[in-house]
């Protein structure tokens, strides 16, 4: 998940968009919890929304990642994996997509670690230092190069810390193109994941990082209902890429905050043609899967 800062606008929880123009201006902002040292306040604040969609991205991630990889050249080795095949998180935050996919662990496995007594007490640095043995413990073998980009800066610093990142650029690409750094690591990507950014960042972030690749990765990107996505799959498709996904079926994000937030959700999915019974009506934001792949024919 992003740090909630819209482009353009100036920072900080007071500052409204044009309803119209800003897909997220009637979503609860957390700003606060978004760009701590430690990810702590972030599960501690968000646990009784039931904060869900990476549980759901966990096991899509990784039947996309093993489908990217078998279609990938050889690498050095001569297998199919690719020694240099990277996965990037956008609005990677504290790393916790790269957690879930190169772990042995669940989502619920996380909230019982960052928001139990077993961590409360401890400082960021010995936070960082458990972590670093939590995490080195239960890595799975077929753990993939991983790359995160979020402008939250000490979010991505601590997941680089702990090893959940191998590169992190906090950077907002929805107003400067990327740095050499990023640019150079993109070379290497092969899927590009996405879990809780799509309506803070736009078409121009994906832009900007598609124009540093000649063939571009795969996209596995949910977004909420509430977020149109035609924009972004244009662009994609101007860099060689078709999008899928299925209408019929969603995953659920979190309960709503308030009432407000909940009218504010229906109206715009209403607004886009989508039926809201038993999904937001009932209560929850609900995302749909969006898949992005290479046109039929062209190089994987």
């Known amino acids: 998940m992003c ?5 353009g606008t100036p920072d900080g929880p007071d500052t409204m968009a044009d309803p119209v123009a800003d897909p997220m201006a009637g979503k609860t902002r957390f700003d606060d919890i978004y760009d701590l040292p430690d990810p702590r ?33 050889p690498g050095p080795r ?38 139990g007594p077993e961590t409360a007490e401890l400082s960021t640095g010995e936070l960082i230092d458990l972590d670093k043995e939590f995490y080195a413990a239960r890595r799975r073998t077929d753990a993939v190069r991983l790359v995160g980009v979020d ?12 090893g959940l990142l191998d590169e992190a650029y906090a950077e907002n690409l929805e107003r400067v193109p990327p740095s050499p ?11 590009i994941t996405v879990t809780g950014g799509i309506g803070y960042v736009t078409h121009r972030t994906f832009d900007a990082l598609l124009d540093c690749v000649r063939l571009p990765p795969w996209v596995s990107a949910f977004v909420l209902r509430t977020v149109p996505y ?13 999008t899928a996904s299925d209408p019929a079926r969603t995953f659920p ?12 959700a229906v109206d715009r999915v209403r607004a886009l043609g989508l039926d809201p019974a038993g999904l937001e009506a009932a209560g929850r934001y609900h995302t749909r899967l969006h898949e992005s792949r290479q046109r039929p024919g062209c190089p994987a």
């Open 151 to 162: 402008t939250a800066a000490n979010a991505t610093a601590y997941a680089l810390a702990v």
């Open 78 to 115: 001569g297998d199919g994996a690719g020694d240099g095949f990277t996965v990037l998180d956008l609005c990677c935050s504290y790393g916790i997509n790269a957690a879930l996919l190169n772990h042995d662990l669940t989502l619920a496995d996380l909230y019982a670690h960052y928001a």
């Open 253 to 264: 994000q979190r309960l709503f905050t308030s009432a407000e937030e909940q009218r504010d």
């Open 181 to 191: 750094g990023l640019a150079r690591a993109m070379s290497g990507v092969g899927l």
């Open 3 to 7: 740090a909630r800062r819209r482009p």
């Open 230 to 242: 035609d924009r972004i799959a244009q662009s994609l498709a101007a860099h060689g890429l078709v």
């Open 41 to 73: 306040s972030y599960f501690s604040r968000l646990a009784p929304y039931e904060y869900e969609i990476p549980h759901h991205a966990q096991g899509v991630f990784r039947r996309t990642l093993a489908a990217r990889r078998a279609g990938s050249p």
